[in-house]
Each structure stands twice: as structure tokens, then as C-alpha cells.
């Protein structure tokens, strides 16, 4: 891929490579792995969000697909996000699962979508096996695929935080039905959500990027059928506060939606609809700052530059929803 690069973070890869990057050592300490993808020669920046999407083609998944191909040639987009549930409805059930290829290499063909895809997983991925979607066998099967649990993508004029959403949500390991999650790596569950906070608010707090983006599965504020995820506002909604986050994006309520937040710039924003819509679904009870919500199927796109952001959301035939515009905020330092 075209100026995808990133940075091993495994300290043995560090102590080899110490002698020739003076960046590697530096790297080391800071525990969220970092990526980098250039944004155009003028500045700007433009890429594609969907979330909950792997179906095999199904429930419209291939007209969204079809949809985003088209858009994403008329923005020239430089790549795109995934908000997770990746592969329904179990995840992968290893790195030689067919779903890979059935619900993502031969879904989204079109030659805009040949780009770098950034990906995180949602709860219905780790109903399967969590260490297949993150290995570098998918990466060798199809090139465009990334994802993992945690990392920032730095693209110069933005800057992206991945954040692994599942784990903070506690009902999955007090109450998980008939549901099974593969919870390797992630026990003890307190120390693995503190541990993430940490490093999230360190990795924002050091962020010089024009725009702070942050992306996670599972909405802190959302009117569809989860509603807000409570473990998210308490949590990690105050260190995006504090750092001055211009958008948090997800996906898990199977809907779009662009809710303000009404005490800080924050805006929320839902892509679920790659799929499998739930028409008709209103969970949330919090109706504060709803600027647009709709229930059937669709994606969005965003478009940045050093003065304003441009964020479309389009439904299953390619037509515009709903439009926001931002404007940057010049900061004056003191
Ligand atoms: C596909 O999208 C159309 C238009 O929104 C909708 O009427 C139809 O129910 C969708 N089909 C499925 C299977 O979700």
C-alpha cells in the first residue's frame, strides 16, 4: 500500500533496529502501537467510515459496498475506517475462515476501496477467535486489512486513536447469555481497561494533530437500540473532553446518526449500517443534542482540511442524509 508504513513495537525488533531509527527507541515508550498514512500534497484528508458490515454480501451489504466504491472515487479517498463487528455474527472462527474472504476481499471491490482499510473489532468479533483478525496472515491475504485492538494512526493533518471498546462493557463478562467471548489477553479486565485509558489519554495528550479523532465499536452516546454505553461516558467520554477531541466515531447501533454533545465540541457520530439495518429500533432515552438519525443502512464519509471538516452520511442509493460542517477553532496558546 502506497505510503502505509508503521512502527514495530516488540522491543526485540526495537533493540535491532535502535542502531539505524533514532525514532524506534523513542517509540518504545509509549505503549499504544503507531502507524502512519500521509494525507494529500495540499494538506487535506479524506476517508470513508462503516461499521457492521461482514455479511457475505447480504442484508445490503453489497449495495452499500457498491455505494461506497462510487463516493469514494468522487472524494479520491486516501483510506478507510472500520468501526467493528467485522464478521458476523461470530467473528472469525480462524485465519483460514472463507468469511475473510466472502465478507471483505470480494465485497468491497471497487477500485476506490483498494485502500488501506484501519479496522477495529466489535463485540460480535470476539464471539470468535480475536488473535485471527489481528494476524498478518489476513494482511497476506488481502493486503488492505489492519486491525487491531488499540493503535494510532497518525496522518499528519489528523490524527486517529483506535480504541478497543468491548472490554470496558461489563454485562459481556457478568451476563454473557449464550454468547461466548474469547477473552484471551484481555484478563484481568480491570487492569486491561485501566491500562487503556492510561495510554489513550497519553497518546492525546501529546497529540499535536490538527484534528483529534477517536474511534471505538460501541457509542458513548447513541438514541438506537443500545443507547449510550454507560462504561464509555464514565470512563473514557472525560479524557476526550479534557483533550480536545473533534469527533467520536463508531458503529454498533445499526444506524447513522450525529448526535452534539451539549457541555464540550464533541461530535458523536454513528456509521453501523453496512449491513444488517434494525429498522425502527429507538433504545436510547437521552435525546440531547440529536442532530439526525436514521435506521436503515448506509456509511459516511469525511473530508478535512486545515480549516474545516466536511462529514456526509448516505443511504443503500448513494443519497446524501445529512451534511455537517465544522469549522477548526484557531487555539492561541498562552
Ligand atoms: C435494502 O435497502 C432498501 C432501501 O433502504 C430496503 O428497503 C430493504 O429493506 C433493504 N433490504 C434488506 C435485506 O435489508
Given at each position: 500500500?502506497?505510503?502505509?508504513?508503521?512502527?514495530?513495537?516488540?522491543?526485540?525488533?526495537?533493540?535491532?533496529?535502535?542502531?539505524?531509527?533514532?525514532?524506534?527507541?523513542?517509540?518504545?515508550?509509549?505503549?499504544?502501537?503507531?502507524?502512519?498514512?500521509?494525507?494529500?500534497?495540499?494538506?487535506?484528508?479524506?476517508?470513508?467510515?462503516?461499521?457492521?458490515?461482514?455479511?457475505?454480501?447480504?442484508?445490503?451489504?453489497?449495495?452499500?459496498?457498491?455505494?461506497?466504491?462510487?463516493?469514494?472515487?468522487?472524494?479520491?479517498?486516501?483510506?478507510?475506517?472500520?468501526?467493528?463487528?467485522?464478521?458476523?455474527?461470530?467473528?472469525?472462527?480462524?485465519?483460514?475462515?472463507?468469511?475473510?474472504?466472502?465478507?471483505?476481499?470480494?465485497?468491497?471491490?471497487?477500485?476506490?476501496?483498494?485502500?488501506?482499510?484501519?479496522?477495529?473489532?466489535?463485540?460480535?468479533?470476539?464471539?470468535?477467535?480475536?488473535?485471527?483478525?489481528?494476524?498478518?496472515?489476513?494482511?497476506?491475504?488481502?493486503?488492505?486489512?489492519?486491525?487491531?485492538?488499540?493503535?494510532?494512526?497518525?496522518?499528519?493533518?489528523?490524527?486517529?486513536?483506535?480504541?478497543?471498546?468491548?472490554?470496558?462493557?461489563?454485562?459481556?463478562?457478568?451476563?454473557?447469555?449464550?454468547?461466548?467471548?474469547?477473552?484471551?489477553?484481555?484478563?484481568?479486565?480491570?487492569?486491561?481497561?485501566?491500562?487503556?485509558?492510561?495510554?489513550?489519554?497519553?497518546?492525546?495528550?501529546?497529540?499535536?494533530?490538527?484534528?483529534?479523532?477517536?474511534?471505538?465499536?460501541?457509542?458513548?452516546?447513541?438514541?438506537?437500540?443500545?443507547?449510550?454505553?454507560?462504561?464509555?461516558?464514565?470512563?473514557?467520554?472525560?479524557?476526550?473532553?479534557?483533550?480536545n477531541v473533534d469527533f467520536y466515531m463508531n458503529g454498533h447501533d445499526h444506524c447513522?446518526?450525529?448526535?452534539?454533545?451539549?457541555?464540550?465540541?464533541?461530535?458523536?457520530?454513528?456509521?453501523?449500517?453496512?449491513?444488517?439495518?434494525?429498522?425502527?429500533?429507538?433504545?436510547?432515552?437521552?435525546?440531547?443534542?440529536?442532530?439526525?438519525?436514521?435506521?436503515?443502512?448506509?456509511?459516511?464519509?469525511?473530508?478535512?482540511?486545515?480549516?474545516?471538516?466536511?462529514?456526509?452520511?448516505?443511504?443503500?442509493?448513494?443519497?446524501?442524509?445529512?451534511?455537517?460542517?465544522?469549522?477548526?477553532?484557531?487555539?492561541?496558546?498562552?
Open positions: 500500500m502506497a505510503g502505509f508504513s508503521y512502527k514495530y513495537k516488540s522491543k526485540a525488533l526495537c533493540l535491532v533496529l535502535a542502531f539505524t531509527l533514532g525514532s524506534c527507541l523513542f517509540s518504545t515508550l509509549a505503549k499504544l502501537q503507531r502507524f502512519e498514512h500521509p494525507s494529500n500534497a495540499d494538506g487535506s484528508l479524506s476517508f470513508l467510515v462503516i461499521g457492521d458490515w461482514g455479511r457475505r454480501g447480504a442484508y445490503n451489504q453489497s449495495q452499500v459496498a457498491f455505494q461506497m466504491g462510487r463516493i469514494g472515487e468522487e472524494l479520491d479517498i486516501n483510506f478507510i475506517i472500520s468501526t467493528g463487528d467485522n464478521f458476523y455474527e461470530n467473528g472469525l472462527t480462524g485465519i483460514d475462515d472463507t468469511a475473510f474472504e466472502e465478507s471483505f476481499t470480494n465485497v468491497y471491490t471497487a477500485k476506490s476501496l483498494q485502500k488501506q482499510w484501519y479496522s477495529v473489532l466489535g463485540n460480535h468479533d470476539y464471539r470468535g477467535d480475536v488473535e485471527a483478525q489481528l494476524s498478518p496472515v489476513l494482511r497476506k491475504i488481502d493486503g488492505r486489512w489492519l486491525c487491531l485492538r488499540s493503535f494510532v494512526l497518525n496522518a499528519e493533518i489528523a490524527e486517529f486513536f483506535f480504541v478497543d471498546t468491548t472490554p470496558f462493557v461489563e454485562k459481556y463478562f457478568s451476563n454473557p447469555e449464550d454468547h461466548t467471548y474469547d477473552w484471551n489477553g484481555i484478563s484481568p479486565q480491570k487492569d486491561y481497561v485501566a491500562d487503556l485509558l492510561k495510554d489513550v489519554e497519553l497518546a492525546l495528550r501529546e497529540s499535536t494533530a490538527k484534528w483529534k479523532i477517536v474511534i471505538g465499536h460501541h457509542g458513548i452516546r447513541s438514541i438506537g437500540y443500545h443507547g449510550d454505553t454507560q462504561e464509555l461516558v464514565k470512563k473514557l467520554l472525560p479524557i476526550l473532553e479534557a483533550n447513522l446518526e450525529h448526535i452534539s454533545s451539549t457541555v464540550s465540541p464533541i461530535q458523536f457520530l454513528t456509521s453501523g449500517g453496512g449491513s444488517r439495518a434494525w429498522r425502527g429500533d429507538f433504545g436510547g432515552l437521552n435525546q440531547d443534542g440529536v442532530k439526525f438519525y436514521y435506521d436503515g443502512q448506509g456509511f459516511m464519509s469525511v473530508q478535512l482540511t486545515q480549516s474545516d471538516a466536511k462529514i456526509m452520511f448516505y443511504d443503500v442509493f448513494g443519497n446524501v442524509l445529512h451534511k455537517l460542517s465544522v469549522a477548526k477553532q484557531a487555539y492561541s496558546a498562552m
